[in-house]
């Protein structure tokens, strides 16, 4: 087993290299741009911004008029039995009555008590909102693709530095041997050169597991195949120098999830305008063109025939209108609700903006402090490998100078990883992220 291990570290590395050779170099922008392009969530919130877009409309308001054209025809056919003031009757069987009409009516609501202009600003609030929540969600895939990203170029590197643990793990095995051939190493210090070498050999699979585990959410994210073999960078760059108290004048103004606290609590508002106005006196117009015809036999006429123009206005006035005035208050209260969640949301962008610049300055200071750790690690590391050559140190003092260098090396990479996701959330809480 403790020779099978590294032969399936070489089988999956030489695996991975081979899916590694055929796929194409991916940048962080580039990843960004076809997130865009098609991760299904930003799709379907760009359909939804269509949808509220279509939505905000005059007519949506009730604000213009309606146009109907409509038409009738009606017959009777039943018993009549007429008296006249002279004292005749008449009396007919199965009397024949007939009635049609066509007309084009306008209907136009001149005045609702500014309901419709309550109900136009509304549905236009309703649009920014739908932007809003656009820019939300591309926010939120953008943050997701890059921290993926780098997650997956720290993972790249952590798989490099173990590969070169385990190279000179395997030179220890060397030496361990040749010195048990000769006569100055232990058959103890072979098998636990051979059992480190297993070690991390394990070490080298889980850490390529991650690496495929992160790949496929990556593509995931892309709306892509999740074994699409992706190339990215080696790298993780830093980030242009980041203010506090610029990021927090912007974040006032240009904060997605602020912006629509302040949209949803103006909508709120908008609503209670749109629901008083049901208590006002209400003033439509109305106009037609058409005609009628009606024919019979019996009764006073055989015929009437109308051919023309109908035009008038018609006042309503609310007596009694149930639960509007509940209503209305009802809206009064949960607009003031959100005016709260306003607040509050203002209060957490502050605390979230704090917490992550906290965040992001303690961990550029360990990037630094991790740089001049691994300088130092790695200078001993090879002094190590040479002296243990030679046969001044023992295999356990190597071995803590190797763990101790792949320690090293992922607290820098691990310090670097953190700063970048920290200067990506406080970009985000600023709305500087697309």
């Known amino acids: 087993m403790r020779t099978l291990l590294p032969i399936l570290v070489l089988l999956a590395s030489a695996g991975m290299a081979r899916a590694q050779g055929t796929a194409a170099h991916l940048t962080a922008e580039q990843a960004v741009a076809?997130?865009?392009?098609?991760?299904?969530?930003?799709?379907?919130?760009?359909?939804?911004?269509?949808?509220?877009?279509?939505?905000?409309?005059?007519?949506?308001?009730?604000?213009?008029?309606?146009?109907?054209?409509?038409?009738?025809?009606?017959?009777?056919?039943?018993?009549?039995?007429?008296?006249?003031?002279?004292?005749?009757?008449?009396?007919?069987?199965?009397?024949?009555?007939?009635?049609?009409?066509?007309?084009?009516?306008?209907?136009?609501?001149?005045?609702?008590?500014?309901?419709?202009?309550?109900?136009?600003?509304?549905?236009?609030?309703?649009?920014?909102?739908?932007?809003?929540?656009?820019?939300?969600?591309?926010?939120?895939?953008?943050?997701?693709?890059?921290?993926?990203?780098f997650q997956l170029v720290q993972l790249e590197k952590a798989v490099a530095v173990q590969r070169e643990s385990l190279q000179t793990s395997r030179e220890r095995l060397l030496i361990t041997g040749t010195g048990e051939r000769a006569g100055t190493a232990s058959g103890l210090d072979l098998v636990q050169a051979q059992l480190d070498l297993s070690t991390d050999s394990a070490q080298l699979l889980a850490l390529l597991q991650q690496t495929a585990t992160a790949r496929a959410a990556l593509n995931t994210l892309l709306a892509r195949p999740p074994a699409t073999p992706l190339e990215v960078d080696t790298l993780i760059p830093a980030g242009e120098p980041l203010d506090l108290p610029t990021l927090q004048q912007a974040a006032l103004s240009a904060n997605t999830a602020l912006q629509l606290a302040r949209e949803e609590h103006l909508a709120a508002d908008l609503s209670v305008k749109e629901l008083r106005g049901t208590l006002l006196p209400k003033l439509d117009g109305f106009a037609n063109y058409g005609w009628s015809r009606t024919t019979s036999d019996v009764g006073f006429l055989m015929s009437n025939q109308r051919l023309g123009p109908q035009y008038g206005l018609t006042l309503s006035v609310p007596l009694?209108?149930?639960?509007?005035?509940?209503?209305?208050?009802?809206?009064?209260?949960?607009?003031?609700?959100?005016?709260?969640?306003?607040?509050?949301?203002?209060?957490?962008?502050?605390?979230?903006?704090?917490?992550?610049?906290?965040q992001y300055g303690y961990a550029a200071q360990r990037v630094q402090l991790e740089e001049a750790n691994l300088a130092g690690a790695r200078t001993q590391m090879q002094?190590?490998?040479?002296?243990?050559?030679?046969?001044?140190?023992?295999?356990?003092?190597?071995?803590?100078?190797?763990?101790?260098?792949?320690?090293?090396?992922?607290?820098?990479?691990t310090a670097r990883f953190e700063a970048k996701v920290a200067e990506l959330q406080l970009r985000l809480l600023a709305g500087k992220l697309l």
């Open 34 to 149: 076809l997130a865009l392009e098609n991760n299904h969530g930003v799709r379907m919130a760009r359909n939804s911004a269509e949808m509220a877009k279509s939505a905000n409309s005059a007519g949506s308001a009730g604000m213009l008029p309606t146009l109907d054209a409509n038409g009738g025809y009606s017959m009777d056919n039943a018993g009549t039995e007429q008296a006249f003031f002279t004292g005749e009757v008449r009396e007919t069987d199965n009397a024949n009555a007939q009635a049609l009409n066509a007309q084009v009516e306008l209907n136009w609501t001149l005045f609702d008590g500014l309901s419709m202009f309550a109900a136009k600003d509304r549905l236009e609030t309703l649009e920014r909102i739908g932007e809003g929540q656009l820019r939300q969600t591309m926010e939120a895939t953008v943050y997701g693709v890059l921290a993926n990203y």
């Open 320 to 358: 009694f209108r149930g639960g509007a005035i509940k209503a209305v208050k009802q809206a009064q209260l949960y607009g003031a609700q959100l005016g709260l969640a306003e607040d509050q949301a203002r209060l957490e962008l502050d605390r979230d903006l704090l917490d992550v610049w906290n």
């Open 383 to 413: 002094v190590a490998l040479e002296s243990y050559r030679i046969g001044v140190i023992t295999a356990v003092q190597l071995r803590d100078v190797q763990q101790g260098l792949v320690t090293a090396e992922n607290r820098l990479l």
